[in-house]
Every structure is written in C-alpha cells, then in structure tokens.
C-alpha cells in the first residue's frame, strides 16, 4: 500500500473494493485514511450461503445491495432480518455502509465486485506457476497487448462517452420518451411518468430515484429533463466516462526491455539488498489454482439438485438418497 501511495496519492475521492480480509481493510486505514473502503458482495454472498446456509436468502441480500433508495434498502433489509435475524446481524456487522450501494459514504462508479482482480488472476493462471522473471516478463507481454488493442479501439470511437455507456444512455432515453417534465426553477425538474415522481437537479447532478447521484451517469429521468432545456445527455455525465479519459488511460506504452540484463545499470543499495521470501507455511495437499465456487453457481447446483431429487442411489436405483443411507443396506 506504501508503494501504491506512491503513484496514487490519497484522496476523498478515491475507494478501494477487497474482500473482508482484515489486513486489507488496516492497510488502507493506515495509508489511505481519506479514502473509502467497500467490499465485494460475491465474497459476502459467498459467505452468507456457506456459514448461515442462505441459498434462499442470496438473492435477497444481492437485491438490496443494489438498491439506489435508502427506504428501498430498508424495506429489502427489514425483510431479511425478519427472515434470519442470524444473517441480519452478520450483515450489520460487516457494515452496512461497505457493500449497499446507497449507503456507501464515498463513489464507487457502480463497481461492486472485485471482478478486475479477478480477471487478471485468471488470465495469469499458468504464468503464476513461472519463476519471477518469467512471470513478470509474461505480464509485461500481455500489458503491451492490452494497451495497445485499447489504445486502437478508443482511437476509432468517434462518439463522447464510451461504447457501454452511450449504450446505456440510448436505453434510458428510449424508456424516458413518455415522461413529461415540470420546472420547478431553473435548475430543478420535476419528472412524472414513471413508477413514481422523481424530482432532478441539473447543477447538483442528482435525482430523488439515487441513480444519477451514485452512478454519475444520467439517470433517465435527468436526460428526459436535460432534453427539455437542450441539454445532452454526455454532458452530464463524469469525465471517467468520456473517450478522452478512455483513450488517456491507455495513451503510453508498455515497451519491452530494450537493453540485455547483462547491460543493466542496477542501484547500489539494491544490488547490495538481501530480499528473503516469505515465512510461511505451505498447506498441504495440492495448490488450488482456481477460485472458490461462487454463491450463484451454489444456489443454482442446489436448484438443479432440487429438481432431480438429488443424485441417483447405485445400489437402488432410486433418487433422495446415496449408497451409505439406502434402507437395503439394512
């Protein structure tokens, strides 16, 4: 974390998404006290379908993560608690504030998951198992490709917001085309015609449905009020956004070492450094190279048990049961 403060300094602004190791969540208290800390709802998923057995409650509990309303989020999380008190603490207790999306304190750009991480784990499966330098090396590689391949796409897309977004804003407009606008001042709309009356302000960027304000994209309540001023949707949108930030973030290269190590000019202090690996102890057994079953591939394993009554008994024959617990080993 000290290395990355380097490079990405500390702000209000910026949020990290990690699971619920505590190392984690102490590092960035310590490094990054301004920034926000929220964790990934598929290791909180995770974690209410294999402790408290809430394969039913899953969904429930993705549900109201993603509620934009604070008084949808209570109505969601009042009926969990109803349900399993047990799961209802479990969930206060990893703080509310970490993984619903309208509690959250700081902007989280609607990314909920630590899917990045993720991905590149999973591109970087066989490389892992390289010696360092191959290892890095073979990073390298696939950072010079992906930048490249995005630097190309970016370059060729002519619109103001990027590809998914302008899609996402062409949805929206199309779903707010009966909707009809009311000024309440010169900034502040009131927009009827959906499933109840959203009140948008354009300066503030901010709408009563929550989406406008935690997204940072237009909601279509604010583009359909936008409209009836003359003002576009993408500029209401954040500049994260736009495809001149797309294309920015990928406008250097990843170059290959160009100068054989041999050749290398290394640091004194580095050269005369002793870096020892890790105290560690190594599990036994063979190393897992793939990530745990996710909660949704649980509940639909279940589902698909449910619907077959389990697997089939070799000795009987019939379903419900297994070998050990059949009635004619008795």
């Known amino acids: 974390m000290r290395q990355l403060n380097l490079v990405i300094a500390d702000e209000h602004s910026l949020a990290f998404v990690s699971d619920r190791n505590s190392s984690i969540a ?54 969990i608690y109803s349900i399993s008190p047990e799961i209802g603490n479990y969930l206060i207790e990893a703080d509310v504030r970490k993984w619903a999306r309208c509690q959250f304190p700081g902007y989280r750009y609607d990314i909920r998951t630590t899917n990045p991480a993720e991905s590149v784990n999973s591109a970087l499966r066989t490389p892992r198992e390289f ?55 010169d900034d502040r709309f009131l927009v009827q015609g959906d499933t109840f009356d959203c009140l948008v302000d354009l300066v503030r960027r901010t709408c009563s449905c929550g989406k406008f304000d935690l997204m940072k994209i237009p909601c279509r309540h604010a583009i359909k009020a936008g409209f009836s001023v003359g003002i576009k949707a993408h500029t209401l949108t954040d500049d994260i956004y736009t495809t001149a930030s797309w294309y920015s973030a990928y406008e250097e290269s990843i170059n290959p070492i160009g100068v054989p190590e041999d050749a290398w000019t290394v640091p004194s202090d580095v050269e005369q450094s002793k870096v020892l690996p890790p105290k560690s102890r190594r599990a036994a057994g063979r190393r897992k190279k793939r990530r745990y079953e996710t909660a949704e591939d649980k509940i639909r394993s279940s589902q698909g048990n449910q619907g077959s009554l389990g697997r089939k008994c070799s000795r009987s024959g019939n379903r419900g049961h297994d070998r050990r617990t059949c009635d004619r080993a008795l």
């Open 131 to 185: 010696p360092i330098i191959p290892l890095l090396d073979n990073i390298r590689e696939m950072m010079t490709r992906w930048f490249f391949e995005r630097r190309t796409l970016s370059s060729k897309h002519s619109k103001p917001l990027t590809i998914a977004v302008e899609k996402k804003i062409d949805r929206r407009i199309e779903k707010g085309k009966t909707f009809k606008v009311f000024p309440v001042s």
């Open 26 to 79: 102490k590092a960035i208290a310590i490094v990054y006290p301004q920034a926000h800390h929220g964790i990934c709802i598929h290791h909180l998923l995770n974690n209410v379908v294999t402790y408290f057995s809430g394969k039913g409650m899953a969904g429930l509990v993705a549900k109201a993560s993603k509620a934009y309303r604070t008084a949808d989020f209570r109505k969601l999380f009042t009926a």
